[in-house]
């Protein structure tokens, strides 16, 4: 099984993770961006990263097989040991065909739920349309050895999109499942179509049975990532909407007392733009403490930004601007114990770019970002991921090349 290498990547993170201690300055002392020997081979893309209720951190992946096939495997990196060290688990499939729907920015994920049981999702063609694809889920009981047989969440049967899938735990055991879905990209019922996606979400019973799905938005942005995260009060769901004037900007939904509110904008932006930025906002939740991150280029003006909540996504803090002045955005969040939180997000730097960190508290202080790994702004290198691991980050993201990898590196936080 791979360990962790001791090579360090060739930035070092100094200072800018903490921001409010240490140095008189406000930093914090040098950190070591260690990067870690991946279990995904070569070929590799499409990663996913989520932490396990004991401290894990799953990875997954797509990988190619050499019939045209695709295979969504996963593996997992335990908890750092005294020495610092660390192992990967042996690399599982989750399922394997003929027929996946491999996407750069619409990617499968592999979760673990309060019961230990894992689950998964992945998507598969259903038709010859360029977008004609369904989500499938899974589960597993003995983590990740067998998984039941895929549920498909939605029942439409359309040959039309289905994806950008967050998934998370139920009442009783179940799984929750939030999609955008474009039904109404077909024509029903002698109506003809009205090209609008919508957001739903359904749960999934350990035994396999959907329950009926519910209607989130009846009119969101059509590919950008969607994002949950559990609440003390609650789930919250955020996502790209899409206004009929055309403003797409991030809305919240909540789950309150059982049933759903209405869609609210976490902030008016005003990005009036007539087509899909493949842009999706990210999400963490500790407590009644939220923290939501996204891309926007209103006023033509580039910008990742980050607004907090203390009151489980009822209201949130004037955003804070996090990038460092020429964005390509794919961002992710993670809260952290002392009340701040840590954005990834993509840069452009000329003809490259790369993976930057930069911490940042709810009274709006930001420390120096940090640069993760060189990488590049098209589409083949993908969404890079965070997860919390123990007093630590955890990052993975897609190389491009013939062929691809993906990478993954770790980093103590401060503290």
Not at 278 to 287: E, K, R, S
Not at 298 to 323: I, M, N
Not at 341 to 355: F, H, I, K, P, R
């Amino acid at each position: 099984m791979p360990r962790l290498s001791r090579r360090p990547l060739a930035a070092i993170l100094a200072a800018g993770l903490g921001a409010c201690g240490g140095a008189p300055n406000g930093d914090a002392p040098v950190l070591a961006l260690v990067e870690i020997a991946s279990p995904a081979p070569p070929g590799s893309a499409q990663p996913d990263l989520s932490t396990t209720p004991d401290g894990r951190v799953l990875l997954s992946w797509l990988e190619p097989d050499s019939d045209s096939t695709h295979a969504l495997r996963f593996a997992a990196l335990g908890p750092h040991t005294e020495e610092g060290e660390a192992a990967w688990s042996a690399a599982r499939t989750v399922a394997r065909g003929p027929h996946f729907f491999v996407n750069w920015a619409d990617f499968p994920s592999v979760v673990a739920l309060p019961d230990g049981s894992l689950a998964a999702h992945w998507l598969v063609r259903s038709g010859p349309g360029t977008y004609a694809y369904d989500v499938h889920v899974a589960r597993s009981a003995d983590g990740g050895a067998t998984w039941t047989g895929h549920v498909v969440p939605h029942r439409d049967g359309t040959a039309t999109e289905h994806g950008f899938v967050s998934l998370f735990p139920a009442a009783a055991g179940a799984l929750a499942a939030v999609w955008l879905d474009g039904r109404k990209f077909a024509d029903a019922d002698g109506a003809p179509a009205t090209n609008e996606m919508t957001v739903r979400t359904t749960t999934v019973s350990a035994d396999g049975t959907a329950a009926p799905e519910t209607v989130l938005d009846e009119r969101a942005c059509d590919c950008c990532q969607t994002a949950a995260a559990l609440t003390a009060d609650g789930p919250i769901v955020v996502y790209r909407d899409r206004s009929p004037g055309e403003v797409r900007d991030i809305s919240i939904v909540r789950l309150v007392d059982g049933a759903w509110t209405g869609p609210r904008t976490v902030h008016d932006d005003g990005w009036v733009i007539a087509a899909c930025p493949v842009n999706g906002p990210a999400a963490d939740a500790d407590g009644r403490r939220v923290a939501v991150a996204w891309f926007t280029a209103a006023q033509d003006t580039p910008r990742v930004r980050l607004a907090f909540s203390a009151d489980a996504g009822a209201s949130f803090t004037p955003p804070v601007r996090v990038d460092d002045g020429n964005p390509v955005g794919r961002v992710d969040v993670l809260l952290l114990d002392d009340g701040a939180a840590l954005v990834s997000w993509l840069e452009n730097t000329g003809d490259a770019a790369e993976l930057r960190v930069r911490r940042v508290t709810p009274a709006g202080g930001a420390g120096r970002a940090l640069t993760v790994a060189s990488t590049s702004g098209a589409r083949a290198s993908g969404f890079p991921r965070m997860a919390r691991r123990g007093d630590g980050v955890v990052f993975a993201w897609t190389e491009p090349g013939s062929p691809s990898r993906v990478r993954v590196a770790a980093a103590r936080l401060p503290r």
